[in-house]
């Protein structure tokens, strides 16, 4: 197993836990891209999960207002923005909103990001979706303080919260010698009319 085969299994049972249901073509966002290495292997699960031996069409945009620093690797056909997903104007625009590993609050002093309060930054994140679009949490490597966010996340729109706990991941997070994806959290939300 590698990483991306890892974040695919992830995902494979987290959407299944939650029945996720994706139409045959989606629009995504992923919140904090980062360098954008999951990137090609999240177009190929998403253009592949629950559709047979058919292909979805996926039409995916990463913001991350670090961007221009990082030399992100954008797959073709997939958009990167260096910019602060709460300054897009956008809404109701997304089928899936991913946020992989989210900076706390420290981490985002340290970098001289702006932080913004759980409250502020779910309900961003939530106008962005669809109705009936999911967002995605996973936070990975990461100890609690990392992932304290999601609990943030409004109750009346969050499907579950739960560690990734397979053990084919933690052995490869000791193989390579670092933390992957032992220490983890993954949460699903679902935004509702409420
Ligand atoms: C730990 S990195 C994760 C990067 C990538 N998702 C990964 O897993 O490799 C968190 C990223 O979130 C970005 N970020 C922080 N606040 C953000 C915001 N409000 N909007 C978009 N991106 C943000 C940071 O610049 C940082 O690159």
Redesign the pocket.
Known sequence: MTPDDILADLLQKFFRKAKVKLPSSISVL??????W??APALLGFLGKCGVGKGKRDVRLKG????GAQ?SPKVPEGAAYHPV???DLDEHDAYDLIFL????PDY??KE?G??V?PPAT?FGKILSLAKEGGYVVGVAYGAPPEEYALFSQFPKEHLVLMERYADEQATRLDYGLGRDTYHDNMVLIGRKRRV
Request: glycine fraction near 8%; charged fraction near 20%; aromatic fraction near 12%.
């Open positions: 992923d919140v904090g891209a980062g360098r290495e999951y913001v991350d207002p670090l990082l602060d997903a709460l992989i590993h989210p900076f981490r985002l970098h990001l702006p913004h930054f």
